[in-house]
T-cell receptor
Framework: GESVGLHLPTLSVQEGDNSIINCAYS??????FIWYKQESGKGPQFIID?????DKRQGQRVTVLLNKTVKHLSLQIAATQPGDSAVYFC???????????FGTGTRLKVLA | NAGVTQTPKFQVLKTGQSMTLQCAQD?????MYWYRQDPGMGLRLIYY???????DKGEVPNGYNVSRLNKREFSLRLESAAPSQTSVYFC????????????????FGDGTRLSIL
């Protein structure tokens, strides 16, 4: 069925280390991908996006990598900080549709 | 700099009661969405509005109705609340062209936490 999945439900990292959060998407027709951060009691917050004509995109301390061959998406957070503790989830979107398919999320815990 | 504003933030209802969740966005986006978020599940689309004057069903529309009041506002109504509708409800908006060719990120409000007893 249609799904956007994550390999790790919980990721614990030391403050200052780099974090990598992974996501597998199911449909090769998806051409737009988004990473969101959701803090407790808040709504999802847009972090970074990438279109299928790219394989890498960088933002402030974050990088998204897209591997279309294996239908895999990752979010890299450099120098992870306590404020990065949250649930992160990806979404895939298919060209020509309104449908954003969201994953269930990975909880990132930053250890002091 | 409000973005997407949802009211109320919390609500407790009894089974059979009705209520309307309000959503407003100030980003001049064409499209607006209502989702529900349940533990262990991804966001599920209830209804969406591609543009002012149009609404369409999403993945889980049963028990809900919507109104796109104007470009800014999109409300969600529960006519006869059921315990299965206990959830966190999120409204979102995005800029998108009429053919959904060039998608953009959706921007979310902080949700309404709804409990139905």
């Amino acid at each position: 069925g249609e799904s956007v999945g994550l390999h790790l439900p919980t990721l614990s990292v030391q403050e200052g280390d780099n974090s990598i959060i992974n996501c597998a998407y199911s449909n090769s027709a998806s051409d737009y991908f988004i990473w969101y951060k959701q803090e407790s009691g808040k709504g999802p917050q847009f972090i970074i996006d990438i279109r299928s004509n790219m394989d890498k995109r960088q933002g402030q301390r974050v990088t998204v990598l897209l591997n279309k061959t294996v239908k895999h998406l990752s979010l890299q957070i450099a120098a992870t900080q306590p404020g990065d503790s949250a649930v992160y989830f990806c979404a895939e979107v298919r060209r020509g549709t309104y449908k954003y398919i969201f994953g269930t999320g990975t909880r990132l815990k930053v250890l002091a | 700099n409000a973005g997407v504003t949802q009211t109320p933030k919390f609500q407790v209802l009894k089974t059979g009661q009705s209520m309307t969740l309000q959503c407003a966005q100030d980003m001049n986006h064409n499209s607006m969405y209502w989702y529900r978020q349940d533990p262990g599940m991804g966001l599920r689309l209830i209804y969406y509005s591609a543009s002012e004057g149009t609404t369409d069903k999403g993945e889980v529309p049963n028990g809900y109705n919507v109104s796109r009041l104007n470009k800014r506002e999109f409300s969600l109504r529960l006519e006869s609340a059921a315990p299965s509708q206990t959830s966190v409800y999120f409204c979102a908006s995005s800029e998108v062209d009429g053919l959904w060719v060039s998608n953009q990120p959706q921007h979310f409000g902080d949700g309404t936490r709804l409990s139905i007893l």
